[in-house]
C-alpha cells in the first residue's frame, strides 16, 4: 500500500477527536472518506499531513513511518493537499500561486504548468490576477493545479466541491477522472455520493472520530441503511 493509517488517535486538548483510525490507499487508486460534518474527516487528513499532531497509531507512506513529522517534511515527501477553504494565497497573481511549490513534491514529473494550464482553461486568462479576486470555481481550480504542480505521489483534497455552483463541480469531477487516468493516486472527501461512487475504487466511513464501514462503490449503494445510518441521505 502507499499509504497506510493504523490505530490513528488524535486530540484537540484534552478533547480526543480520532479513535484507532485505519485506512490505506494503494498506488493509482482512488480512495473517499465519508461523514457527516464534525465526524473527523478534516482531522485526519490533518492529522495524517502533519497539520494537527497525533498522540498514538502508525501513519506509514511507501513503508516509512512519518506520523510525527511536520507538516513541511511530509508535503516534500510526496503528499499533496488541496484543503478545505482552498487557502490560496490571496496577494500573489495566479501564476505564482502554481509555480510557488512547483517540483517540491518527491513524485514522477507528470504535472506541468502547460498540462495544469490545458487541463484549467479558465486560469489562462487570469495569470495576473490576484488570487483574491478570484471567483470560488477557479480558486478551486487553483488550488488543484497547485497540488499537482508539486507532483505529488498522493493528492489528497479535503472537500473537493463544497460551495461550488453546479456547473462548476461537474468541471471539477471531470478534471479529477482525467487525474485518475493519468495514475494518480487520490485521497478524496467530499459529500457528492453520485460523483464519488464514479470515481473512487473503495470508501471509508467516519462517525465521531472512528471508521465504521469500508467497502467499494457498488457495496456502498446497495447499502442505504447504512448511508442513512451515517450519512443523512
Known amino acids: 500500500m ?4 493504523t490505530g490513528l488517535e488524535t486530540r484537540y486538548g484534552l478533547s480526543q477527536a480520532l479513535y484507532g483510525v485505519e485506512f490505506a490507499v494503494g498506488a493509482s487508486e482512488v480512495v473517499s472518506l465519508l461523514g457527516r ?40 515527501l510526496g503528499l499533496g493537499l488541496v484543503p478545505e477553504g482552498r487557502q490560496i494565497f490571496p496577494n500573489l497573481t495566479v501564476r505564482e500561486n502554481l509555480v510557488a511549490t512547483a517540483g517540491a513534491g518527491a513524485g514522477e514529473r507528470r504535472w506541468t504548468l502547460e498540462n495544469v494550464l490545458e487541463m484549467f482553461p479558465e486560469l489562462v486568462a487570469r495569470m495576473d490576477i490576484m488570487g483574491n ?66 470515481i473512487a475504487d473503495r470508501h471509508y466511513i467516519l462517525e465521531k472520530g472512528r471508521i465504521v464501514w469500508s467497502g467499494d462503490g457498488e457495496a456502498l449503494t446497495a447499502n442505504r441503511r447504512e448511508l442513512d445510518r451515517y450519512l443523512g441521505v
Open 2 to 5: 502507499l499509504l497506510e493509517v
Open 37 to 76: 460534518n464534525g465526524m473527523g474527516k478534516t482531522t485526519t487528513i490533518h492529522s495524517v499531513m502533519g497539520v494537527v499532531p497525533s498522540f498514538a497509531g502508525s501513519v506509514r507512506f511507501e513503508g516509512r513511518e512519518i506520523r510525527g513529522w511536520p507538516s513541511f517534511r511530509v508535503a516534500r
Open 133 to 198: 479576486l478570484l471567483s470560488g470555481g477557479e480558486q478551486q481550480m487553483l488550488a488543484i493545479g497547485r497540488a499537482l504542480l508539486t507532483n505529488p505521489t498522493l493528492l489528497i483534497l479535503d472537500e473537493a466541491t463544497e460551495g461550488l455552483a453546479p456547473l462548476i463541480r461537474d468541471k471539477i469531477w471531470a478534471c479529477l477522472h482525467r487525474i485518475k487516468q493519468s495514475g494518480q493516486s487520490i485521497l478524496v472527501v467530499d459529500k457528492n455520493i453520485r460523483d464519488l461512487v464514479k
